[in-house]
């Protein structure tokens, strides 16, 4: 085993490795930029390996740099001591270890003489308290990703600006909470996702990066939005990112048939009963996992009828804030009665935006048709409520 990967087996053992450098004998990589040679684009210029705490456990994360893309791929610590084994004795040749311990550097001469040195450590571990800009997250600060880069929120070395770091926060949030039902997906085969009002798309590409490029999978994922224009700008950034088996169409949720079966259903700030639709068609088709951030309510909130409570029916934003708690629990408690087991958490925090409840369901047992719960037709008969929308839809698919 050579200098440099018995130093990470030996950091990564003792969990004070933070981060490794691979760089590829320059050479090839500026010859392939200077000519713009495309034939040469998938050339690995520089690979930047990172722990990562994946549902299966501790990983590695490598994410190879391309000259125009990255790749990224997972090990378990032994088959991360292989990979970088081949990949010194191949091409890469200039190696920089970071520990909390010490920096670590090497290189090997054409003629195969090796040089190493050992500085004091220069970086932080990301974890650590005081440090919570560079959290441990699913998506690194630091390393290159060319969908952040892309919307603006990475610099092209891999940083995030400062200005963009809420949004990148929101991005990490949400692929942590599709992280951590990562499990109720099939095991092989392409993951199926159908994510209803995509919008602009960047939890899409989001999600795209965690299933594909982090996790490895094949995906089929779909963005569905009624505006043509933002659909066709989406289309394009998956082009240029390569970004495989993403695609995006126009067209209205309702009408909207997938083509095989669904894993996850997704509607993020879709408005009004928009989100109704959404979480009815996840459950027509039986998705395993069903998420939904609902947008603005209307629909309860004009329909409240109540004496009891009418201290707060008389406040415009506590009738308002009152009617989006029983909408949603209405729909988590409905979810339940399909055979969800479901879960209402914040998404992010009210800082950044007001709606910010996530309802997560996972489907929990087979159900034949919607049992509608007591719980459900007590809280209607208390405030005077006809069938939700949400309601209304599953009756009508039974
Ligand atoms: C507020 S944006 C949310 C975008 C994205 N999901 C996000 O969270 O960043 C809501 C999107 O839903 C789309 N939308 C609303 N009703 C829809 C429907 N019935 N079918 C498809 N898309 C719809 C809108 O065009 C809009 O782009």
């Known amino acids: ?36 040679d495309s034939s040469r684009q998938d050339l690995i210029e520089k690979i930047v390996v990172r722990p990562v705490d994946l549902k299966s456990g ?62 004091p450590p220069s970086k932080q571990k990301p974890d650590s308290a005081e440090h919570n800009r560079q959290k441990h997250y699913l998506i690194a600060d630091g390393t290159p990703c060319d969908f952040l880069e892309e919307i603006g929120v990475m610099a092209a070395d891999g940083n995030v600006r400062k200005q963009k770091f809420d949004k990148f926060r929101q991005i990490n949030r949400y692929v942590e909470f599709v992280e951590d039902v990562y499990e109720s997906f099939p095991k092989t085969g392409p993951i199926r996702v159908v994510d209803f009002g995509c919008g602009k798309s960047y939890l899409t590409f989001a999600l795209h990066h965690l299933l594909n490029r982090i996790h490895g999978r094949k995906v089929d994922i779909v963005g569905l939005d009624l505006k043509t224009e933002v659909v066709e700008h989406c289309n394009e950034i998956a082009r240029k990112l390569n970004c495989n088996g993403l695609r995006f169409e126009s067209g209205d949720m309702a009408g909207y048939s997938p083509l095989a079966s669904v894993d996850l259903s997704v509607s993020l700030h879709a408005c009004d009963t928009a989100t109704d639709v959404a979480l009815a068609r996840g459950v027509e088709w039986d998705a395993k996992v069903i998420f939904a951030v609902p947008c603005c309510h209307h629909e309860v909130a004009s329909k409240l009828k109540t004496d009891f409570l009418s201290p707060i029916m008389r406040r415009g934003i506590l009738k308002e804030r009152f009617a989006e708690m029983l909408t949603d629990s209405l729909r988590a408690e409905l979810l339940e009665g399909c055979g969800y087991r479901t879960q209402v958490q914040e998404f992010i925090s009210l800082e950044h935006t007001p709606k910010n409840i996530l309802i997560r369901a996972i489907r929990d047992r087979a159900s034949k048709s919607v049992v509608v719960p007591d719980s459900v037709k007590t809280v209607r008969e208390s405030f005077g409520l006809e069938p939700c929308e949400f309601e209304s839809l599953l009756t009508r698919q039974n």
């Open 1 to 36: 085993m050579n200098d440099l990967t018995l130093q990470f087996k030996t950091a990564a053992e003792d969990d004070s490795f933070i981060q490794l450098f691979l760089r590829h004998s320059v050479r090839g990589v500026d010859a392939a930029r200077k000519h713009d």
């Open 58 to 119: 501790r990983s590695f994360q490598f994410t190879y740099c391309e000259v125009r893309r990255e790749k990224h791929r997972n090990f378990l610590l032994n088959e991360a001591v292989i990979e970088i084994e081949r990949l010194i004795s191949s091409q890469f040749r200039r190696g920089h270890l970071f520990t909390t311990e010490f920096d670590f550097t090497v290189k090997v001469k054409a003629s195969g003489k090796v040089r190493t040195h050992q500085f």
